[in-house]
């Protein structure tokens, strides 16, 4: 099985600050690049448990990513569990940096079918997925700062 991709990113804001725009579930469309639309499966919004539908798009690939939230550490971290096509964990970290920026670091475990290769399809996408998932985190910033 391959190592997590892990990508991380320097916000120049307050944590509380950063966690407010990553704990807004129904807005990781806004900044996720690869999520094109999000469908809350039950009444949560916000905390373990939450299950949500991403339509996720990886150029040509599309797919229907089932995640529930299996930790929720306000404003600490969060993690989910997917299922579907495609299964793994994934979490976010948030750490505080002196003089009053945040660390954002994005870890996800992610497993491929047999029919995309497997580990090897895994092993493959991880320069694809540590590209997009990157760009992610510029876009976060990019929303709490400012352009």
Do not use: C, K, Y
């Not at 999000?38 to 798009?57: A, H, S």
């Not at 497993?111 to 997009?132: C, T």
């Amino acid at each position: 099985m391959p190592a997590p991709v892990v990508v991380a990113v320097e916000i120049p804001a307050p944590r509380e600050a950063v966690w407010e725009e990553l704990a807004a579930l129904e807005r990781h469309v806004d900044w996720m690049q690869d999520a094109h639309s999000i469908r809350f499966l039950g009444d949560r919004r916000r905390g373990v448990g939450t299950r949500m539908e991403v339509e996720t798009r990886f150029g040509p690939l599309r797919t229907n990513d089932v995640m529930e939230f299996t930790a929720w550490d306000e404003p600490e971290s969060m993690a989910v569990h997917h299922r579907g096509l495609f299964t793994g964990t994934g979490e976010f970290t948030l750490t505080e940096i002196p003089g009053g920026a945040t660390r954002v670091e994005w870890r996800e475990q992610i497993h491929f079918p047999w029919f995309f290769l497997g580990p090897a399809g895994a092993w493959a996408a991880r320069p694809v997925f540590r590209f997009v998932w990157r760009r992610n985190l510029e876009r976060l910033r990019q929303r709490i700062t400012g352009p």
